[in-house]
């Protein structure tokens, strides 16, 4: 009698997150029963018009048109996001356009196209990566810490 039912694992994963993996029946257990909040985009999935928030990480394997808070964004070669982000880490492999703000870290890949207005604490760039538009080192996060200008200057 065997123990483990793939069909049953797959059922209790919705469409979208099991599509991106749906011979791993492990995947969705293992990220079920960690603390981390995780969600998948899969390949020909299309995500639109949603405000994605409280996710640890948002792997774009398909396209997503919407606004995250969150902690990191993964995008795949073939993935895409357009919308507004502000992240902490950001690895672009695929295109991003919009309004990205990273906290800490933007990588974007050989591979990967960021295009719009752009904030990050740091960046890489490997050759053959692309970073277009209004672009400012420093976030949100910088600006909030800084003290108030003084009113008037000595005449």
């Excluded at 981390?36 to 995500?47: A, C, D, F, H, Y």
């Excluded at 398909?62 to 995008?75: F, K, L």
Aim: proline letters at 5%.
């Amino acid at each position: 009698m065997p123990s483990a039912n793939p069909v049953g694992n797959a059922a209790a994963v919705p469409a979208s997150i099991s599509a991106a993996s749906p011979a791993t029946s492990g995947t969705p257990s293992t990220t079920a029963g960690e603390s981390e909040s995780r969600l998948t985009v899969g390949p020909n999935i299309k995500l639109k018009g949603v405000e994605i928030t409280d996710c640890d990480t948002l792997v774009v394997e398909g396209s997503v048109e919407a606004t995250m808070d969150s902690r990191v964004i993964q995008i795949s070669e073939r993935g895409s996001f357009k919308g507004s982000a502000e992240i902490d880490i950001a690895e672009i492999r695929g295109h991003f356009d919009g309004n990205l703000t990273v906290r800490e870290k933007l990588t974007i890949f050989a591979t990967g196209r960021v295009t719009g207005r752009i904030r990050y604490g740091k960046v890489v760039i490997e050759e053959g990566g692309q970073l277009s538009g209004e672009v400012e080192f420093g976030t949100s996060g910088a600006t909030r810490a800084q003290p108030a200008r003084p009113a008037l200057q000595a005449a």
